[in-house]
């Protein structure tokens, strides 16, 4: 009797284990990289995948290609559906939600992010392996259920920000959390940031193909006030601007984006290697040209080629402005070292809050010096860490500004 007991205590809990496992919705785990893991049941034809996305690149295409939000911004408060995009949206979408604000397509809106409000969007686009140009918009299936199916996108987009202090003074916040725009904004105030916009879609298939019956922001806040909130950025990501990622081959996934790189490492490389130059005798002729003056501090740099290349391409450009720009103490020869003997491992990485008008590098190398200590010279080498901003020049680039974050000895 004993063992008929445990038997079915067993029996019981294998039956609840596996009852529960049935009743319990098919879920998406996000991970840190925003990429959702799929279930083990979910399936599709590989033919159906590439209709269904097909139709999601199409839609964020025509949602995101040159969109300023104001021209959204009352669809948005209505729930009415715009036309560039209704083609894509299913029948039963339309016929029950329409003119509805909770509808389920969630439209571009104002978001806050770093400090900077966007106030437009343009999808990024990509040479694809024929060359032709393809949206960068990523999806992946999760899930179907029936004739639905859902699915994870990605949508990369350049966007057109102002700081939050100008968006306040220049639109007027409605009751809603919609905005009325009161004043145009100038050239000066706009930037470009890259950005990373998640939504879940979930589209429907029948005799005509694939069609959205929702596409809704990740992480989405409930209510449709909740969600235009300005400070509501959850399904965003502000991104390195420049995409960098490279192709098995090496090349770069984005070629203009890596052209920019190039060009600007290069600039910034040139100026670095032209420090060996400058020995202690020379770096104590130049603190005395330091108190003199633009003119002085500029022929002298001249004379030792750190201005300019090899093609007399500028480098730097030096004005009234020349010490705090290039602050002397940020010069790499300390009192104690007699020379830089070699300049190595030598990397250029895009600071956090590169823009399209903020070109801002990391730039980290390490120098072999030649330290004096009485009569014997010695060699350390020392690690140094400088944030390195450049301008534009027509068609060209130079370095406007500089500075020695940190250094410190790594020998031995």
Same mark, same amino acid.
């Given at each position: 009797?004993?063992?008929?007991?445990?038997?079915?205590?067993?029996?019981?809990?294998?039956?609840?284990?596996?009852?529960?496992?049935?009743?319990?919705?098919?879920?998406?785990?996000?991970?840190?990289?925003?990429?959702?893991?799929?279930?083990?049941?979910?399936?599709?034809?590989?033919?159906?995948?590439?209709?269904?996305?097909?139709?999601?690149?199409?839609?964020?295409?025509?949602?995101?290609?040159?969109?300023?939000?104001?021209?959204?911004?009352?669809?948005?408060?209505?729930?009415?559906?715009?036309?560039?995009?209704?083609?894509?949206?299913?029948?039963?979408?339309?016929?029950?939600?329409?003119?509805?604000?909770?509808?389920?397509?969630?439209?571009?809106?104002?978001?806050?992010?770093?400090?900077?409000?966007? #106030?437009? $969007?343009? @999808? %990024?686009?990509? *040479? &694809?392996?024929? /060359?032709?140009?393809?949206?960068?918009?990523?999806?992946?299936?999760?899930?179907?259920?029936?004739?639905?199916?859902?699915?994870?996108?990605?949508?990369?987009?350049?966007?057109?920000?102002?700081?939050?202090?100008?968006?306040?003074?220049?639109?007027?916040?409605?009751?809603?959390?919609?905005?009325?725009?009161?004043?145009?904004?100038?050239?000066?105030?706009?930037?470009?940031?890259?950005?990373? #916009?998640? $939504?879940? @879609? %979930?589209?429907? *298939? &029948?005799?005509? /193909?694939?069609?959205?019956?929702?596409?809704?922001?990740?992480?989405?806040?409930?209510?449709?006030?909740?969600?235009?909130?300005?400070?509501?950025?959850?399904?965003?990501?502000?991104?390195?601007?420049?995409?960098?990622?490279?192709?098995?081959?090496?090349?770069?996934?984005?070629?203009?984006?890596?052209?920019?790189?190039?060009?600007?490492?290069?600039?910034?490389?040139?100026?670095?290697?032209?420090?060996?130059?400058?020995?202690?005798?020379?770096?104590?002729?130049?603190?005395?040209?330091?108190?003199?003056?633009?003119?002085?501090?500029?022929?002298?740099?001249?004379?030792?080629?750190?201005?300019?290349?090899?093609?007399?391409?500028?480098?730097?450009?030096?004005?009234?402005?020349?010490?705090?720009?290039?602050?002397?103490?940020?010069?790499?020869?300390?009192?104690?070292?007699?020379?830089?003997?070699?300049?190595?491992?030598?990397?250029?990485?895009?600071?956090?809050?590169?823009?399209?008008?903020?070109?801002?590098?990391?730039?980290?190398?390490?120098?072999?010096?030649?330290?004096?200590?009485?009569?014997?010279?010695?060699?350390?080498?020392?690690?140094?860490?400088?944030?390195?901003?450049?301008?534009?020049?027509?068609?060209?680039?130079?370095?406007?500004?500089?500075?020695?974050?940190?250094?410190?000895?790594?020998?031995?």
């Amino acid at each position: 009797m004993k063992k008929l007991g445990i038997v079915l205590l067993i029996a019981s809990v294998l039956i609840f284990g596996t009852s529960c496992g049935v009743m319990q919705p098919a879920s998406v785990t996000v991970n840190e990289g925003g990429v959702g893991e799929k279930p083990a049941t979910a399936t599709i034809s590989a033919d159906d995948d590439l209709k269904a996305k097909k139709v999601i690149s199409e839609y964020f295409t025509a949602l995101y290609s040159d969109t300023s939000v104001d021209s959204y911004n009352e669809y948005s408060r209505t729930g009415i559906i715009p036309d560039n995009i209704r083609g894509y949206i299913a029948d039963k979408t339309i016929k029950e939600g329409d003119g509805n604000p909770e509808v389920g397509i969630h439209l571009p809106r104002y978001v806050s992010v770093n400090g900077m409000t966007i #106030i437009g $969007y343009n @999808v %990024e686009i990509l *040479k &694809s392996g024929n /060359g032709e140009d393809t949206p960068n918009i990523v999806s992946e299936f999760v899930s179907k259920n029936g004739d639905n199916y859902l699915y994870f996108t990605k949508v990369y987009c350049k966007a057109k920000a102002i700081p939050d202090d100008v968006f306040s003074s220049s639109y007027r916040k409605n009751e809603d959390n919609t905005y009325t725009k009161m004043r145009d904004i100038g050239p000066e105030n706009i930037d470009l940031m890259r950005v990373e #916009i998640r $939504y879940d @879609v %979930e589209l429907t *298939k &029948s005799d005509v /193909g694939f069609s959205i019956l929702r596409a809704t922001e990740s992480n989405i806040k409930p209510g449709m006030k909740n969600r235009l909130f300005v400070f509501n950025n959850d399904n965003i990501t502000r991104l390195s601007y420049l995409d960098l990622t490279k192709n098995d081959d090496g090349s770069y996934r984005n070629p203009s984006d890596g052209e920019i790189y190039e060009t600007e490492k290069a600039v910034v490389t040139k100026f670095f290697s032209r420090f060996t130059e400058l020995d202690r005798e020379r770096m104590n002729l130049l603190s005395y040209r330091w108190k003199q003056g633009t003119k002085q501090v500029s022929e002298f740099l001249n004379v030792l080629g750190v201005t300019t290349d090899e093609e007399g391409v500028k480098l730097i450009e030096l004005n009234d402005n020349y010490g705090e720009n290039y602050p002397l103490n940020s010069f790499p020869l300390r009192n104690n070292m007699e020379r830089i003997v070699e300049i190595k491992n030598f990397t250029v990485t895009p600071h956090p809050a590169y823009s399209d008008k903020i070109k801002l590098y990391y730039v980290n190398f390490d120098a072999t010096v030649q330290r004096t200590n009485g009569i014997t010279d010695e060699y350390f080498t020392y690690r140094y860490d400088y944030i390195v901003s450049l301008a534009k020049a027509e068609n060209s680039v130079y370095i406007e500004k500089f500075r020695l974050n940190e250094y410190y000895n790594v020998s031995n």
